[in-house]
């Protein structure tokens, strides 16, 4: 069973794509701030990452950094899941590791999971 660790602040993303990963057959671990994703990360290294990049306390971007400069974990796929996704800010996702780049508004439930298997498929 693939770990999949889904970092956004919003509690409804949470329980919406944690359900829904769940129901694929994914074992799923929340984190609401960098701050914690990274305390997650650091207990167990999950086979992928959904990420948002606009949080509070530690945003994205620092945890992709921090992730791959961490031998343990640089390898892990990170896919941004943001609400945004303007030019600079998938640009700057892309330099910093990230594997894809997901926008919350126009990609649906069943588009994030096809993406999530995808990715973990090689």
Do not use: W
Not at 58 to 76: C, H, I, T, W, Y
Not at 83 to 102: H, K, M, P, T
């Amino acid at each position: 069973m693939h770990k999949v660790l889904f970092v956004d602040d919003t509690l409804q993303f949470q329980k919406i794509y944690k359900s829904k990963l769940m129901t694929e057959g994914f074992k799923v671990t929340t984190a609401s701030n960098g701050v914690e994703a990274l305390k997650c990360l650091a207990e167990e290294v999950p086979d992928l990452v959904l990420l948002d990049i606009n949080m509070p306390i530690m945003d994205g971007f620092k945890v992709l950094s921090a992730m791959r400069a961490n031998p343990a974990q640089a390898e892990v796929p990170v896919l941004v899941f943001s609400a945004r996704g303007n030019e600079d800010e998938v640009s700057q996702a892309i330099e910093l590791g990230a594997n894809g780049f997901l926008v919350k508004s126009t990609t649906t439930p069943n588009a994030v999971v096809q993406r999530v298997k995808d990715e973990l498929a090689g």
